[in-house]
């Protein structure tokens, strides 16, 4: 069960919480609190219990923003950018898409000077959404920045992962040999490190473009490779 309380009661809370020398740490420690459980259930989101890891954040998802904010407001851009890596997948399949990419390209702008770690993730998940949105031209330079920091730190899952952002944004665009590139090379990547589902989910993203294209051979070839993958145990 979760408690609520009534808005003059929770106010006047607030109020003697600011009266108090004690606001700040309660704010810090509230916010360490949902990042790292945003970050512990993030890597849930993936297998048969997805939807209810989903509801779980769902449920979280005021003082997850109240963390958010907390983080950026405060600099805190390591946290941050570890939580949004593990769990992005909840911002794209609850739509809030939006949301989290200018959250993302919020936190870059106050600080632009991150470690490498951090500012490839935080540029990761900021593209990512940000494509899932229509914004196409915006997010191309964040998702080559960060394929080029994970390839400088040889972070391979990283690699592949913005490989993938990478070739969606390039089919967008009409890149399209750029981004059948990039996708055959994130797949690849994928099957190398284990991840057949990965990598099985590639190719059928890829072939809805020369499909478009009426390039019906090639669109067989990709989904057909897609099926396989998926089958294969």
Do not use: C
């Not at 989910?201 to 072939?207: L, R, T």
């Amino acid at each position: 069960p979760r408690y609520g309380m009534l808005e003059p009661v929770r106010q006047y809370a607030l109020e003697k919480l600011e009266e108090s020398d004690e606001a700040e740490e309660v704010r810090r420690r509230h916010a360490g609190y949902y990042l790292a459980l945003g970050e512990r259930v993030g890597r849930k989101l993936k297998g048969p219990e997805q939807p209810t890891w989903l509801d779980r954040l769902e449920t979280e998802l005021g003082n997850l923003r109240a963390a958010i904010g907390w983080a950026i407001e405060h600099g805190e851009m390591e946290m941050l950018a570890r939580m949004a890596w593990a769990m992005w997948k909840f911002w794209w399949l609850r739509g809030h898409r939006g949301e989290g990419s200018r959250r993302m390209e919020e936190a870059l702008a106050r600080k632009p000077d991150l470690p490498a770690p951090a500012r490839a993730k935080l540029l990761f998940v900021a593209a990512t959404l940000g494509r899932a949105v229509g914004d196409f031209e915006s997010t191309r330079p964040l998702i080559e920045e960060s394929l080029a920091l994970f390839r400088r730190l040889g972070d391979k899952y990283g690699i592949a992962e913005a490989l993938g952002t990478a070739g969606l944004i390039a089919l967008s665009q009409e890149r399209y040999e750029e981004g059948f590139a990039y996708l055959e090379e994130s797949a690849d990547l994928f099957l190398e490190l284990g991840r057949r589902r990965a990598a099985g989910a590639i190719p059928g993203f890829a072939a809805t473009a020369p499909l478009a294209q009426g390039d019906l051979t090639r669109a067989r070839w990709m989904a057909e490779r897609a099926l396989s993958l998926a089958r294969e145990p």
